[in-house]
């Protein structure tokens, strides 16, 4: 996980889902969102297996050996870390209020939450939000394009991959010039979001006729309720 | 399967009077609140019972969901290929598959905190959104967001949307395709076939 290898890694798998989103037309099976369904279907089975080997297992066994106080604080810590940018998005998306309380969270959890490990600003009544550059271009009408299934950081849009080049890049996470701390804090990321999703886990296991499907218009379905900050005109007509 | 048709009809038109003249937001929160502290507080549930939740989600929140709307909403357009025999089937499987879907996130999220968004509403309006949010530690709120219409038996909740998606419609495609592939026979045997593992069983076997 050098810095070197894994942006490169990072571009490769990107220049292939764009690749992969430009030869929309060969490959189809119908869904006018999901031109390139072969491709995701396979790098979906490939995140899934990993998952299961790897990420899964590592984060059930952080849920256990760590008590729920102790994982509440490292989830706190990097929300804290990412609102920053949360903040530097509500503000490109015209939403300077909310950007506001983005930026008096970071200051209130850094000080008075001890470096982010308590959320005293929610308790304050600065209500934590969701924001990035996917969202951002999103709100400047940029459209969502195909969706792709990218390896590793499983499901996105053409144009939520474009956004997640530009979280990465501004990840102060993934900045740390410290090689070792910031691959100890980036496996420390994954897990913890891992482990706080295991009991979504259960219910979509339950919910799916077909898991891949499921996910894919879960995820699109989200992606523009978060957009429209969970206002979106509804469309139910057929 | 007769069984549950019956109970289906059943439940669908011998609802409490009480829970009828209830407002859409009093009604979400009273049932959101009488169920969960069940879940919370019952031994056997909390030690894995999962028949005992599906049976709570049948006899407390079946009454106020109206599962031919969601069916229909699922379908989409897809629904005018199915003859009024096979829509009959359609509900009753798809009712199988939310009650327990619905059950397994009353289970896994139940000692999370619900909080009710305000909620106001015209007099006369009759398709209405009350908002709920689950609290996480750490994270964003997960927001729940029920949708219900009034018909003549009070209001029903014919959509929930979780964290912007809805639980309904996200089968649409899924639906669409399974029909385009074996017709809506072919959808009615994938629904079946799902029905069959895990826990539905449990819900069948009642």
């Given at each position: 996980?050098?810095?070197?290898?894994?942006?490169?890694?990072?571009?490769?798998?990107?220049?292939?889902?764009?690749?992969?989103?430009?030869?929309?037309?060969?490959?189809?099976?119908?869904?006018p969102?999901?031109?390139?369904?072969?491709?995701?279907?396979?790098?979906?089975?490939?995140?899934?297996?990993?998952?299961?080997?790897?990420?899964?297992?590592?984060?059930?066994?952080?849920?256990?050996?760590?008590?729920?106080?102790?994982?509440?604080?490292?989830?706190?810590f990097?929300?804290?870390?990412?609102?920053?940018?949360?903040?530097?998005?509500?503000?490109?998306?015209?939403?300077?209020?909310?950007?506001?309380?983005?930026?008096?969270?970071?200051?209130?959890?850094?000080?008075?939450?001890?470096?982010?490990?308590?959320?005293?600003?929610?308790?304050?009544?600065?209500?934590?939000?969701?924001?990035?550059?996917?969202?951002?271009?999103?709100?400047?009408?940029?459209?969502?394009?195909?969706?792709?299934?990218?390896p590793?950081?499983?499901?996105?849009?053409?144009?939520?991959?474009?956004?997640?080049?530009?979280?990465?890049?501004?990840?102060?996470?993934?900045?740390l010039?410290d090689?070792?701390?910031?691959n100890?804090?980036?496996?420390?990321?994954?897990?913890?979001?891992?482990?706080?999703?295991?009991?979504?886990?259960?219910?979509?296991?339950?919910?799916?006729?077909?898991?891949?499907?499921?996910?894919?218009?879960?995820?699109?379905q989200?992606?523009?309720?978060?957009?429209?900050?969970?206002?979106?005109?509804?469309?139910?007509?057929? | 399967?007769?069984?549950?048709?019956?109970?289906?009809?059943?439940?669908?038109?011998?609802?409490?009077?009480?829970?009828?003249?209830?407002?859409?937001?009093?009604?979400?929160?009273?049932?959101?609140?009488?169920?969960?502290?069940?879940?919370?507080?019952?031994?056997?549930?909390?030690?894995?019972?999962?028949?005992?939740?599906?049976?709570?989600?049948?006899?407390?929140?079946?009454?106020?969901?109206?599962?031919?709307?969601?069916?229909?909403?699922?379908?989409?357009?897809?629904?005018?290929?199915?003859?009024?025999?096979?829509?009959k089937?359609?509900?009753?499987?798809?009712?199988?598959?939310?009650?327990?879907?619905?059950?397994?996130?009353?289970?896994?999220?139940?000692?999370?905190?619900?909080?009710?968004?305000?909620?106001?509403?015209?007099?006369?309006?009759?398709?209405?959104?009350?908002?709920?949010?689950?609290?996480?530690?750490?994270?964003?709120?997960?927001?729940?967001?029920?949708?219900?219409?009034?018909?003549?038996?009070?209001w029903?909740?014919?959509?929930?949307?979780?964290?912007?998606?809805?639980?309904?419609?996200?089968?649409?495609?899924?639906?669409?395709?399974?029909?385009?592939?074996?017709?809506?026979?072919?959808?009615?045997?994938?629904?079946?076939?799902?029905?069959?593992?895990?826990?539905?069983?449990?819900?069948?076997?009642?």
């Amino acid at each position: 996980m050098k810095k070197t290898t894994n942006q490169t890694g990072f571009r490769k798998v990107l220049a292939v889902a764009v690749m992969a989103a430009g030869l929309s037309g060969c490959a189809t099976s119908g869904n006018p969102k999901d031109p390139i369904e072969g491709f995701n279907r396979a790098m979906f089975a490939f995140n899934d297996g990993l998952d299961t080997v790897l990420i899964k297992p590592a984060a059930k066994g952080y849920e256990a050996a760590l008590p729920k106080p102790v994982r509440t604080g490292v989830t706190n810590f990097f929300g804290n870390i990412a609102d920053l940018f949360i903040g530097v998005n509500n503000l490109l998306q015209g939403k300077p209020d909310q950007a506001l309380s983005d930026f008096g969270r970071v200051v209130i959890n850094s000080t008075i939450g001890i470096l982010g490990l308590f959320d005293v600003a929610t308790e304050a009544g600065l209500e934590k939000h969701e924001e990035d550059f996917g969202q951002t271009f999103g709100r400047w009408g940029v459209g969502d394009g195909a969706y792709v299934v990218l390896p590793f950081f499983g499901p996105r849009t053409v144009r939520d991959t474009v956004g997640l080049v530009l979280d990465v890049k501004t990840d102060p996470v993934a900045n740390l010039s410290d090689v070792a701390t910031r691959n100890s804090l980036l496996a420390l990321r994954v897990v913890d979001n891992r482990a706080d999703l295991l009991p979504a886990d259960k219910v979509i296991e339950e919910a799916a006729l077909d898991k891949y499907s499921y996910v894919r218009d879960g995820y699109l379905q989200r992606r523009r309720n978060l957009i429209y900050d969970g206002n979106p005109p509804r469309d139910l007509a057929d | 399967m007769k069984y549950l048709l019956g109970l289906l009809t059943a439940l669908l038109f011998s609802l409490p009077a009480a829970a009828n003249e209830m407002a859409p937001d009093v009604l979400v929160k009273t049932v959101t609140n009488e169920v969960l502290d069940t879940v919370r507080q019952d031994k056997e549930i909390r030690n894995g019972n999962s028949k005992k939740v599906l049976d709570l989600v049948e006899t407390k929140i079946l009454p106020h969901f109206n599962f031919y709307r969601m069916t229909q909403l699922a379908l989409g357009r897809e629904s005018r290929q199915a003859s009024p025999e096979q829509m009959k089937v359609l509900v009753d499987e798809f009712r199988t598959l939310l009650v327990r879907t619905y059950s397994k996130a009353l289970t896994e999220y139940r000692d999370q905190e619900i909080v009710f968004k305000p909620f106001k509403m015209a007099a006369n309006e009759t398709d209405v959104r009350v908002r709920t949010e689950v609290k996480q530690t750490g994270g964003k709120p997960v927001s729940i967001d029920y949708y219900l219409e009034k018909g003549n038996n009070g209001w029903k909740v014919y959509d929930i949307e979780v964290a912007g998606a809805s639980l309904v419609t996200n089968y649409r495609s899924t639906f669409a395709q399974e029909i385009q592939k074996g017709g809506v026979d072919g959808l009615i045997k994938s629904l079946q076939e799902k029905n069959k593992t895990g826990e539905a069983v449990a819900a069948k076997a009642k």
